[in-house]
């Protein structure tokens, strides 16, 4: 695998269900990314994990809960979502350092809530 | 704050031929970096190309190619010789010292036509 890799790629629930989103990067990068893209709004950012800290939080509301085991791996633990959430999740990561602060994304994960 | 602003929202344009997508933006920081990502149909986001904003020179990958003004707080993506597969949503992003952040513009969807 190379690159950023996200799992699974579609996801439809409930809005009782609990399920996680992983996100996993193969190049070495030392920060990790959530973001929603909804249909006709602009890409927003979630949450920023920097050496497995989360430095970053905007606002989102408390059923969306990051997890952040290791520089590699990035979760979204979801529960109790509302329609509304339906949208892209994409993941990204970067090296944090150095002048290298283009950001990678994974091909996301497709979430449907019913 | 930063802003991001591209005011074409559809382009189209024939096979083989060039097109110049616009991008302006705005930023009080003195460090700052600024890129093209393409979104296909597959929803993936590509990184296309990447300025440096202390760089006088216009960054060029193969067919793609910036106009980077720094006055003028300009940024335009130039693709020559388009082809098919380069049809997407093209989002031009900034991305600030100050903040681990991306900025993105509302996005240009171009069309190639055969």
């Known amino acids: 695998e190379t690159g950023v890799t996200q799992t699974p790629r579609h996801l439809v629930m409930g809005m009782t269900n609990k399920k996680s989103l992983k996100c996993e990067q193969h190049?070495?990068?030392?920060?990790m990314y959530w973001y929603k893209q909804s249909a006709k709004k602009p890409l927003e950012l979630m949450f920023v994990y920097s050496l497995e800290e989360r430095v970053e939080n905007n606002s989102v509301p408390s059923r969306f809960s990051p997890e952040c085991p290791n520089s590699s791996h990035l979760f979204l633990h979801l529960h109790t979502l509302q329609p509304e959430d339906s949208a892209l999740y994409l993941c990204a990561s970067s090296q944090d350092s150095g002048g290298h602060y283009t950001q990678y994304f994974g091909p996301g994960t497709r979430l449907t809530v019913l | 704050a930063q802003t991001v602003t591209q005011s074409q929202p559809e382009m189209s344009v024939q096979e083989a031929e060039t097109v110049t997508l616009s991008c302006t933006y705005d930023?009080?920081?003195?460090?700052?970096?600024l890129f093209w990502y393409k979104q296909p149909p597959s929803r993936q986001m590509i990184l296309v190309i990447r300025q440096e904003a202390y760089k006088q020179q216009n960054a060029t990958e193969n067919r793609f190619s910036v106009n980077f003004q720094k006055a003028a707080k300009s940024f335009s993506l130039k693709i020559s010789d388009s082809q098919l597969g380069d049809t997407a949503m093209y989002f031009c992003?900034?991305?600030?010292?100050?903040?681990?952040?991306?900025?993105f513009g509302s996005g240009t969807q171009l069309t190639v036509l055969p």
């Open positions: 930023t009080s920081e003195s460090n700052y970096y």
């Open positions: 190049l070495g990068h030392n920060a």
């Open positions: 992003v900034s991305w600030a010292g100050s903040a681990r952040q991306l900025t």
